[in-house]
């Protein structure tokens, strides 16, 4: 979901790149464009302005930085409900899974 | 300043990225603005990327009794969900929760957690413990977390945080890290009288380690406060100037101190300055002359007026030759 523009956001042809199928913009290296527009979609909303002065390497990184803390927070919920489970009495436990949505 | 702001914002994402980005160096030439716009991008992203599966956790801890739901807070979720989950659960239930949570555990949440997605539980929480919590945070040395708790933190309970926390060492240093200038002018205006010049001395120790993010975080105040601080430093014994000069010339600091002399308007202050600056070598005087810019400075037209020793008379006249000439254009 694209949100309102805001000032100094990096802006991709004009206007404000949708996730996919963003137009080019021939100021900008196309290596670049893909890292920038890859980190917008991590994000989910736009990229600050200032980021767009680094390196493709370095946009690169930042998203994968970006996408592992976010795997690392699922994990992390995953494997805290399962062991959540083990402290919840017996006759609340079905109740609690419900709501946690576990079989 | 900004070198110590930048780095505390690598700090702070750092933090949100966890463990494993193992440094941003990449990251260390983007400016200060960008770089909190991508801090506040990211925690959005992380807050609201599972949401769902958060709210399904906190919705859980409805059920159970708030005894079982600490247990499982500490001994299952972890800091890291209890920060994410902190502003899903129902307000009351979350206070209830954090009673139960020992402070060492709850400073661990304030790490993890954005202040400001969870005021109604932090403002709810008992003073005491909310004490305890600060006080562990402090021990820790975790001023760049502590900040931004001052920022959303009742002024009464900060009071209370601040009459316990006795390292003025501390106090400077969370103050510089608050964000918000306009409420800590509010909150200086409650400090008792004699934290300023303990404030003043702890940035000063260790051959002024804390001297950087003094004058940073003064420049900032309101001028009632800098002129306060100003006349506090500048009416001291003569040593005690003597090392405040020698040290923000080391470190190059007069481009921060003189603004601060600027707003001070104590005679006393200035005839003490002018008898420690009388005593300097004509170097020294000369740098902090190159640090004031076009606009001048009205400590320095009061301290030309002053008698001079030779060996400094005719730099202290050429430069305020400069600054009226700079003046008249």
Do not use: F
């Given at each position: 979901m694209v949100t309102d523009q805001r000032v100094g956001d990096v802006v991709f042809g004009g206007r404000k790149a949708a996730f996919f199928g963003a137009d080019h913009d021939a100021g900008i290296d196309p290596m670049k464009n893909r890292e920038l527009q890859e980190l917008e979609r991590v994000l989910g909303e736009a990229v600050p302005a200032?980021?767009?002065?680094?390196?493709p390497a370095s946009i690169k990184k930042l998203c994968g930085a970006l996408q592992h803390a976010r795997k690392a927070q699922r994990a992390q919920m995953a494997a805290a409900t399962e062991s959540s489970l083990q402290h919840v009495p017996f006759l609340l436990r079905g109740a609690v899974k419900k709501v946690l949505g576990i079989k | 300043m900004s070198t110590l702001q930048h780095r505390a914002e690598m700090q702070r994402l750092a933090r949100l990225l966890g463990?494993?980005?193992?440094?941003?160096?990449?990251?260390?030439?983007?400016d200060l603005a960008t770089l909190k716009q991508l801090r506040e991008r990211s925690t959005a992203m992380l807050y609201d990327a599972d949401r769902e599966a958060l709210q399904r956790i906190a919705n859980a801890a409805?059920?159970?009794?708030s005894a079982i739901a600490a247990l499982i807070a500490e001994?299952?979720?972890?800091?890291l969900l209890c920060a994410r989950i902190a502003g899903l659960l129902v307000v009351d239930t979350a206070i209830d929760i954090a009673k139960r949570l020992p402070p060492p555990f709850l400073a661990q949440v304030c790490l993890e957690l954005d202040p400001r997605r969870a005021k109604a539980v932090i403002d709810g929480v008992p003073l005491a413990r909310v004490i305890a919590v600060s006080l562990e945070l402090a021990r820790r040395g975790e001023f760049i977390t502590m900040g931004r708790f001052v920022d959303i933190l009742d002024t009464e309970v900060l009071l209370a945080v601040i009459d316990k926390l006795r390292d003025n060492g501390a106090l400077l240093q969370i103050a510089f890290f608050a964000e918000d200038r306009v409420r800590l002018n509010r909150i200086i205006e409650r400090l008792p009288a004699p934290r300023f010049g303990g404030i003043i001395d702890a940035a000063l120790e260790n051959d002024g380690e804390l001297w950087p993010e003094a004058l940073g975080l003064i420049t900032e105040l309101n001028v009632r406060w800098r002129r306060r601080f100003g006349e506090i430093a500048l009416t001291r014994d003569a040593d005690s100037i003597a090392h405040i000069i020698a040290i923000s010339d080391a470190q190059q600091l007069w481009p921060a101190l003189l603004p601060i002399a600027d707003a001070v308007d104590n005679e006393q202050a200035v005839h003490c300055l002018h008898a420690v600056l009388r005593k300097q070598k004509p170097a020294l005087l000369k740098r902090m002359l190159a640090a004031?810019?076009?606009?001048?400075?009205r400590m320095l037209d009061k301290l030309a007026e002053l008698d001079w020793p030779a060996t400094l008379r005719a730099t202290m006249a050429a430069a305020a030759n400069t600054r009226q000439a700079s003046a008249l254009r």
């Open positions: 200032g980021l767009s002065a680094l390196d | 463990p494993h980005t193992a440094g941003l160096t990449y990251l260390e030439a983007v409805r059920l159970l009794p001994k299952a979720l972890g800091p004031v810019d076009v606009h001048g400075s």
